[in-house]
């Protein structure tokens, strides 16, 4: 009778898992979406491309602003509560934002957005991360990340099924936020209590528990907005056609979505430490190839294995985070993942691109190496002590 009882709960526990990865799955092709679609309609009306990535940031910067007053939300209004009327604000922002359609209105109205599904991103994150089995937690942070990578990938296929012009798009882009919320209110009963009062941390608070994996969460970030945004511009400096580039860039999303769930089962044979100084380590000797190969047929496994085991740096890190801290703290813990992702999201393309303006395209693998290096150091140095 305990057996049977013990495998209703693991039944339980598995389809809670699987309702909250449905909810972010949608969340990510809602946001996959509305990236390049506000894009494509800002080129339409005539606006500069640096107001475009102006306009482009502000998300990202919700993100950051919102990301220190998680825990507090979750604590007073519970993280259910919050999650789901941060699903329902986001259809209703994005509605805003098709129906406006002028370029400043969009400016508070993108930093909105990124203010209300910041919470919904994180919450739901806390709680995969909670309800997977310690045994099984490398396997299911793996398939985790392959979906929500996935997910963002599938958002501009959607614009070739619905275009991009009139309310088709924006429909597509709220009725997925709106089935976010109806995935998220369907397993809201199996969820565990991640918000419990008790000893509270801040985002800034937990810092100095987990300053590695923060900085983990910086270098992840910025190599990925980094080479999505730069790869382009360092192909044009070899003669390389944008269609070849474009596809470089399509493989190494591949290789992202791809490696995450074997790399998830070597942390559990292993550590998520060894297997993230290990993504360090191939992520730099990438760096180092990218130049040499750029022009060989070779670049096409390296940019693979190189998009793999770069963001394998991310998700390594989530798995440690999940190892390590629970309850209100994992909710501060993961609210600073989400801010540290903004800051590396924000700060490392212009770094980047500053760096190809006085060294040239070199500039790039120099720059994303020396990040990766410092990180590889920190981590050896502080092993064990963050």
């Known amino acids: 009778m305990a057996g049977a009882d013990s495998e209703t709960d693991e039944g339980i526990q598995w389809a809670a898992i699987t309702g909250v990865i449905a909810t972010v799955s949608v969340f990510a092709i809602a946001q996959g979406l509305s990236y390049p679609l506000l894009s ?35 604590r007073r209004f519970g993280a259910g509560r919050s999650a789901l009327t941060c699903a329902a604000l986001s259809a209703v922002v994005l509605a805003l934002i098709g129906w406006t359609q002028d370029v400043y209105l969009w400016f508070p109205l993108r930093f909105l957005i990124g203010v209300v599904t910041n919470p919904l991103y994180v919450l739901s994150e806390i709680w995969v991360i909670a309800l997977a089995p310690p045994a099984r937690r490398g396997r299911v942070m793996g398939v985790y990340s392959t979906i929500i990578s996935a997910g963002f990938a599938a958002g501009p296929l959607c614009l070739l099924a619905v275009g991009t012009e009139g309310w088709p798009p924006f429909l597509v882009g709220i009725s997925a936020f709106v089935l976010c919320g109806v995935c998220l209110a ?11 009062a008790g000893h509270r941390v801040s985002v800034l608070g937990f810092v100095p528990l987990a300053w590695l994996l923060l ?14 945004a730069l790869l382009p511009v360092y192909g044009t ?20 979505i791809a490696m995450q769930v074997p790399l998830g089962l070597l942390a559990e044979r292993l550590t998520a430490r060894s297997v993230r100084l290990v993504c360090i380590a191939i992520t730099i000797l990438g760096c180092m190839l990218l130049p040499l190969l750029i022009e060989t047929p070779l670049i096409w496994p390296m940019i693979f294995v ?58 790039l693998p120099i720059t994303l190496g020396l990040l990766c290096l410092a990180l590889a150091l920190a981590s050896v140095v502080g092993r064990g002590k963050a």
């Open 40 to 74: 494509f309609i800002l080129q339409r009306q005539g606006v500069s491309p640096a107001m475009i990535g102006l306009s482009a940031a502000m998300t990202p910067v919700g993100f950051i602003l919102s990301s220190p007053l998680i825990p507090a939300l979750a």
């Open 186 to 196: 369907s397993v809201l009963p199996r969820l565990p209590k991640v918000d419990e």
């Open 215 to 228: 900085f983990s969460v910086i270098v992840a970030a910025g190599f990925e907005q980094a080479s999505l």
């Open 237 to 256: 400096h070899y003669g390389i056609a944008e269609i070849r580039m474009s596809a470089l860039l399509s493989v190494m999303i591949a290789g992202n």
């Open 306 to 363: 190189w998009g793999a085991v770069s963001y394998g740096i991310y998700t390594m890190s989530i798995i440690e985070l999940g190892e390590r801290f629970s309850g209100s703290t994992l909710i501060a813990g993961n609210a600073a993942f989400s801010l540290m992702w903004g800051v590396g999201g924000i700060s490392m393309p212009p770094l980047a691109g500053s760096a190809m303006d006085v060294l040239g395209a070199g500039g």
